[in-house]
């Protein structure tokens, strides 16, 4: 619920959360793959 | 435009989006970087540069109703702090795209191709021009 | 920076939505403008449309609620629900009852369907009908009207006042007819609309300085007059610096004293708008130059409305005799607008009668004590509250605005009704509740609606002010 109000998402529908929420794991799971891959 | 939190939070998404674009495993460095600075390059140009108006309305009978947002920036005075900040960032990506990318020459023609995109719209000589 | 963020988010996903409605599912109608209106100058601007479609829409639920009573202490308020397509609100049938009202401009309770204002008003329709159907130049000049105008003089201690039937047309309509080209306004940040408007109109050059700020006030004072006419360099033919006595949305009571001694000292005159602050200031609800004891006579022109203190709507002017005559023959409002209608203006004299009588004195002090009492609790929970200690607007700072959506739901969910309000009639990372105190509201009301604020800004951890006041 704070994770919602904090970054706006709050205010969108269920389906544009989906989205967004997905986004940010992908780009996540990348960025640690990457950062492992690369460190 | 002029308040430091939007300067910040400009910066934050700039560098966010690097990193995203560079966590991509199949991007190399010098791609990513090019990437990052087409990216921010476009998304400002369209941003500051072609949407008119006002996100709501104003009690102005339309004055700003047909100038972009880089035009209506501290009402049309150049020279301001924001309008400085907002030409810097593009040179700073410009210098580090290329040096990142090695002065390949593809990546150097794109990167200065985009970095016109970026600066010639907001040089006070084509203030108001369409 | 979080605001940002936020606004960035929601704008990204508008474009994705409006992308999607374009290509994909059916195109929005209001997202271009109809092609049989291409010719037509353009009603809105399509960034303008978008922002309503994707940001403010949103929140539709909390910005529009249906109130189905008088808007008094508590209100009864019907539920409505989106759509499966996030599109449009439909009623469920549910009545919130007797929902506590934190959010009329209801300062002294004069908001009754009962009482000796209503009698007397359901009296004045019997008698005189409801439209007045002309403007004050004609048949449109009634008894009450100049009754009204009698009582309200007397109340505020000036020679003669003049009253109008809106109370945005009160400054937009009257501003043009004192000043004019080759006049200077000098106009207060936070201004309401209408005195936007009102100076627009008039083309007198405007020079804005910064909220309640009297040192920028006196620098800009100093510099227009030294520099002149910015294109003749000619001397100003007078200056006028417009005020209001309360802003409704930063809760701030201007720091009238100060701009009384610059008025002196500059020579310039002095527009004061009270619409929010008379009947709510002062200890005899004279308003702002009551609560600062400082003599009406010593400001120019005297400007409030009936709707927020008095439960009526419309507006006034007064001010030395000169002044009123000069408005009365030449205001735009006086021969276009229609006066005001009989009813409205019996209750506005109802409870003008009631303020100054001793049921006035217990009801200003209630709304004193009310307000106190609510502003020093919220500064107490930890909230980031704005304004004047005594003032009965209270803006509690939410920032996002995600956050002013979920504060209104979740204070309607405990039986409370409030106010939100967000960009862009705030500055982008300053979304804010405002309650509005009202008289009407007993002290366990009050303190009850304290415990729900209190809860629900744990909950979403708006206990942000680092001014802990122990």
Redesign the interface.
């Known amino acids: 619920?704070?994770y919602?109000?904090?970054?706006?998402?709050?205010?969108?529908?269920a389906w544009?959360r989906y989205?967004?929420n997905s986004c940010l794991i992908l780009v996540l799971s990348m960025s640690f793959y990457t950062a492992y891959a690369f460190l | 435009w002029n308040?430091p939190?939007?300067w910040?939070?400009?910066a934050?998404?700039t560098a966010f989006m690097h990193l995203v674009l560079l966590s991509m495993p199949w991007f190399t460095t010098s791609v990513a970087w090019t990437l990052t600075n087409v990216v921010h390059g476009v998304g400002m140009y369209l941003f500051l540069h072609t949407?008119?108006?006002?996100?709501?309305?104003t009690?102005?009978?339309g004055k700003y109703?047909y100038s972009t947002h880089w035009e209506q920036m501290d009402s049309g005075t150049q020279f301001t702090a924001a309008r400085k900040f907002f030409m810097t960032t593009p040179i700073v990506l410009y210098i580090l795209a290329s040096f990142y990318s090695k002065y390949e020459f593809t990546h150097f023609v794109i990167n200065t191709i985009i970095l016109l995109l970026s600066l010639l719209p907001k040089l006070p000589q084509l203030h108001g021009v369409r | 920076?979080?605001?940002?963020?936020?606004?960035?988010?929601?704008l990204l996903?508008g474009w994705?939505?409006d992308f999607l409605n374009e290509h994909v599912f059916t195109p929005e109608p209001s997202a271009h403008e109809q092609e049989d209106l291409k010719d037509f100058v353009?009603l809105?601007?399509?960034?303008?449309r978008?922002?309503?479609r994707n940001?403010i829409e949103?929140?539709y639920d909390v910005l529009h609620r249906p109130v189905c009573t008088v808007p008094g202490a508590v209100i009864d308020i019907r539920e409505r629900k989106f759509s499966s397509s996030?599109k449009f609100l439909g009623l469920t049938g549910k009545v919130f009852r007797n929902v506590v009202n934190l959010g009329s401009y209801n300062y002294l309770g004069f908001a009754q369907n009962e009482g000796v204002c209503a009698d007397a008003a359901v009296k004045a329709v019997a008698e005189l009908g409801t439209g007045v159907c002309s403007n004050r130049f004609e048949v449109g000049n009634y008894e009450i009207h100049s009754k009204l105008e009698r009582k309200m003089a007397e109340f505020l201690g000036v020679e003669d006042c003049m009253t109008f039937g809106m109370g945005f047309a009160t400054n937009s309509m009257n501003i043009p007819c004192l000043v004019g080209k080759g006049c200077l306004v000098i106009s207060d940040a936070c201004n309401h609309?209408s005195l936007?408007?009102g100076c627009?109109i008039s083309g007198a050059t405007i020079r804005v300085f910064k909220h309640n700020d009297m040192k920028d006030l006196e620098k800009i004072l100093r510099h227009s007059i030294v520099e002149g006419h910015p294109r003749t360099y000619r001397s100003w033919k007078k200056i006028l610096i417009i005020v209001e006595g309360i802003y409704s949305m930063e809760g701030t009571i201007v720091n009238l004293p100060e701009v009384i001694r610059l008025k002196k000292k500059y020579k310039a005159y002095v527009y004061l708008d009270e619409a929010h602050s008379i009947g709510s200031l002062g200890s005899r609800a004279r308003g702002v130059t009551d609560y600062f004891d400082i003599d009406p006579t010593e400001i120019d022109v005297l400007m409030g409305t009936f709707t927020k203190s008095f439960g009526a709507s419309g507006g006034y002017i007064a001010g030395r005799r000169e002044l009123v005559e000069h408005l009365r023959l030449n205001s735009h409002s006086a021969c276009y607008g229609v006066s005001m209608s009989p009813p409205v203006a019996q209750q506005a004299l109802s409870s003008l009668n009631v303020i100054m009588s001793e049921e006035g004195k217990e009801r200003i002090t209630q709304l004193a004590a009310n307000t106190r009492l609510f502003r020093e609790k919220l500064r107490t929970f930890g909230f980031i509250v704005y304004g004047h200690e005594d003032s009965p607007v209270v803006p509690l700072l939410a920032y996002?605005?995600?956050?002013i959506?979920?504060f209104s739901r979740e204070m309607l969910a405990r039986g409370y009704g409030v106010v939100v309000a967000g960009?862009?009639s705030t500055p982008l990372?300053e979304s804010r509740v405002r309650f509005c105190i009202s008289s009407a509201l007993s002290k366990q009301q009050i303190l009850d609606a304290l415990e729900a604020i209190s809860d629900i800004g744990d909950?979403?951890?708006l206990k942000i002010s680092a001014k802990q006041i122990l």
């Not at chain 3, 979080?2 to 929601?10: D, E, F, L, T, W």
């Not at chain 3, 996002?400 to 956050?403: A, G, N, R, V």
Request: glycine share 8%; hydrophobic share 45%.
């Open positions: 619920f704070i919602c109000l904090t970054t706006g998402i709050y205010m969108l529908d544009e989205v967004f | 308040s939190g939007i910040v939070t400009y934050l998404l949407i008119k108006g006002t996100p709501f309305e009690s102005d009978q109703r | 920076v979080r605001n940002h963020i936020a606004m960035a988010i929601v996903f994705l939505r353009p809105y601007t399509t960034f303008e978008f922002f309503v940001v949103r929140g996030g609309a936007a408007i627009k996002l605005p995600s956050h959506a979920c960009f862009p990372g909950i979403m951890r």
